[in-house]
Protein backbone atom coordinates (compact mmCIF):
# COMPACT_ATOMS: atom_id res chain seq x y z
CA UNK A 1 0.00 0.00 0.00
CA UNK A 2 1.20 3.23 -0.54
CA UNK A 3 3.18 5.01 2.25
CA UNK A 4 0.94 8.10 1.24
CA UNK A 5 -2.24 6.59 1.67
CA UNK A 6 -1.28 4.37 4.66
CA UNK A 7 -0.09 8.27 6.31
CA UNK A 8 -3.28 9.72 5.40
CA UNK A 9 -5.88 6.88 6.45
CA UNK A 10 -3.80 6.92 10.31
CA UNK A 11 -4.20 10.69 10.03
CA UNK A 12 -7.54 10.40 9.66
CA UNK A 13 -8.31 7.81 12.13
CA UNK A 14 -6.14 9.76 14.82
CA UNK A 15 -8.70 13.17 13.96
CA UNK A 16 -11.37 10.86 14.49
CA UNK A 17 -9.77 10.12 18.14
CA UNK A 18 -9.46 13.88 18.66
CA UNK A 19 -12.48 14.64 17.67
CA UNK A 20 -14.57 12.31 20.47
CA UNK A 21 -12.17 13.41 22.99
CA UNK A 22 -12.98 16.77 21.53
CA UNK A 23 -16.45 16.07 22.59
CA UNK A 24 -15.48 15.49 26.54
CA UNK A 25 -13.51 17.99 26.28
CA UNK A 26 -16.05 20.66 25.93
CA UNK A 27 -18.66 19.37 27.67
CA UNK A 28 -16.82 19.56 30.49
CA UNK A 29 -16.07 23.52 29.41
CA UNK A 30 -19.53 23.79 29.52
CA UNK A 31 -19.83 23.23 32.69
CA UNK A 32 -17.78 25.75 33.66
CA UNK A 33 -18.44 28.51 31.68
CA UNK A 34 -22.50 28.25 32.61
CA UNK A 35 -23.34 28.24 28.86
CA UNK A 36 -23.10 26.51 25.85
CA UNK A 37 -22.16 29.01 23.91
CA UNK A 38 -19.71 30.43 26.16
CA UNK A 39 -18.42 26.80 26.12
CA UNK A 40 -17.77 26.88 21.93
CA UNK A 41 -16.24 30.67 22.44
CA UNK A 42 -13.35 29.51 24.65
CA UNK A 43 -12.87 26.43 22.70
CA UNK A 44 -12.32 28.55 19.63
CA UNK A 45 -10.20 31.34 21.38
CA UNK A 46 -7.94 28.40 22.14
CA UNK A 47 -7.76 26.88 18.52
CA UNK A 48 -7.46 30.69 17.45
CA UNK A 49 -4.61 31.30 19.50
CA UNK A 50 -2.80 28.10 18.75
CA UNK A 51 -3.20 28.26 15.14
CA UNK A 52 -1.67 32.25 15.39
CA UNK A 53 1.42 31.00 17.45
CA UNK A 54 1.86 28.20 14.68
CA UNK A 55 1.93 30.64 12.13
CA UNK A 56 4.26 32.91 13.73
CA UNK A 57 6.37 30.16 14.68
CA UNK A 58 6.16 28.84 11.62
CA UNK A 59 6.76 32.11 9.63
CA UNK A 60 3.35 31.55 7.58
CA UNK A 61 3.26 34.70 5.51
CA UNK A 62 -0.04 36.73 5.87
CA UNK A 63 -2.58 35.64 3.30
CA UNK A 64 -2.91 38.40 0.00
CA UNK A 65 -6.05 40.78 0.27
CA UNK A 66 -6.52 39.89 -3.31
CA UNK A 67 -6.78 36.25 -2.79
CA UNK A 68 -9.35 37.15 0.46
CA UNK A 69 -11.40 39.36 -1.98
CA UNK A 70 -11.94 36.52 -4.38
CA UNK A 71 -12.66 33.52 -2.41
CA UNK A 72 -16.25 32.21 -3.12
CA UNK A 73 -18.98 33.62 -0.76
CA UNK A 74 -19.70 30.21 0.80
CA UNK A 75 -15.75 29.09 1.57
CA UNK A 76 -16.23 31.47 4.59
CA UNK A 77 -19.05 29.55 5.94
CA UNK A 78 -16.65 26.93 7.39
CA UNK A 79 -16.63 28.54 10.77
CA UNK A 80 -19.36 28.97 11.05
CA UNK A 81 -20.41 25.16 10.58
CA UNK A 82 -17.29 24.80 13.21
CA UNK A 83 -19.43 26.93 15.64
CA UNK A 84 -22.58 25.21 14.82
CA UNK A 85 -20.93 21.48 15.29
CA UNK A 86 -19.00 22.31 18.33
CA UNK A 87 -22.30 24.29 20.28
CA UNK A 88 -24.50 20.83 18.49
CA UNK A 89 -22.10 18.56 19.93
CA UNK A 90 -21.84 20.15 23.47
CA UNK A 91 -26.04 19.97 23.64
CA UNK A 92 -26.47 16.06 22.17
CA UNK A 93 -23.09 14.39 23.71
CA UNK A 94 -24.84 14.67 27.37
CA UNK A 95 -28.38 13.11 25.96
CA UNK A 96 -26.87 10.78 23.42
CA UNK A 97 -24.11 9.36 24.96
CA UNK A 98 -20.45 10.39 23.13
CA UNK A 99 -20.80 7.48 21.18
CA UNK A 100 -24.55 7.33 19.17
CA UNK A 101 -23.47 10.77 18.71
CA UNK A 102 -20.01 10.47 17.16
CA UNK A 103 -21.52 7.29 15.33
CA UNK A 104 -24.55 9.66 13.91
CA UNK A 105 -21.83 12.30 12.89
CA UNK A 106 -19.94 10.24 11.11
CA UNK A 107 -22.93 8.56 9.15
CA UNK A 108 -23.54 12.34 8.45
CA UNK A 109 -20.34 12.98 6.97
CA UNK A 110 -20.60 10.28 4.84
CA UNK A 111 -23.94 11.02 3.43
CA UNK A 112 -23.11 14.62 2.96
CA UNK A 113 -19.86 13.68 1.31
CA UNK A 114 -21.69 11.32 -1.17
CA UNK A 115 -23.39 14.02 -2.41
CA UNK A 116 -20.34 16.45 -2.17
CA UNK A 117 -18.10 13.72 -4.06
CA UNK A 118 -20.27 12.60 -6.71
CA UNK A 119 -21.24 16.21 -8.21
CA UNK A 120 -17.82 17.57 -7.15
CA UNK A 121 -18.89 20.46 -4.88
CA UNK A 122 -17.13 23.13 -3.46
CA UNK A 123 -13.56 22.59 -5.76
CA UNK A 124 -13.55 18.95 -4.74
CA UNK A 125 -13.12 16.28 -7.92
CA UNK A 126 -15.45 14.14 -8.93
CA UNK A 127 -16.10 10.98 -7.02
CA UNK A 128 -18.68 9.07 -8.66
CA UNK A 129 -21.54 7.38 -6.56
CA UNK A 130 -22.52 3.42 -6.76
CA UNK A 131 -24.36 1.14 -5.12
CA UNK A 132 -21.49 -0.21 -3.31
CA UNK A 133 -20.71 3.65 -1.39
CA UNK A 134 -24.84 3.46 -0.69
CA UNK A 135 -24.59 0.53 0.79
CA UNK A 136 -21.72 1.31 2.81
CA UNK A 137 -23.79 4.65 4.09
CA UNK A 138 -26.38 1.80 4.42
CA UNK A 139 -24.17 -0.33 6.43
CA UNK A 140 -22.68 2.82 8.69
CA UNK A 141 -26.46 3.71 9.68
CA UNK A 142 -27.01 0.44 10.89
CA UNK A 143 -23.94 0.69 13.53
CA UNK A 144 -25.62 3.70 14.60
CA UNK A 145 -28.42 1.75 14.93
CA UNK A 146 -26.09 -0.85 16.93
CA UNK A 147 -24.25 1.50 19.17
CA UNK A 148 -27.19 3.63 20.32
CA UNK A 149 -28.97 0.05 21.17
CA UNK A 150 -25.58 -1.23 22.75
Known amino acids: MDPKLVLCLAASLIGGV ?16 GHTLWAAVASFVVGLVLLLITCAGMRVPLPP ?28 A ?21 FIDHFGLMGLPVH ?19 VKAG
Open 128 to 146: EFSLVKLAGAGMLLGGVVL
Open 65 to 92: LSGLAQAPWWSWLGGLMGALFVSMVIIV
Open 18 to 33: LLAMQTGMNTQLKLWT
Open 94 to 114: PRLGAATMIACVVAGQLIGTL
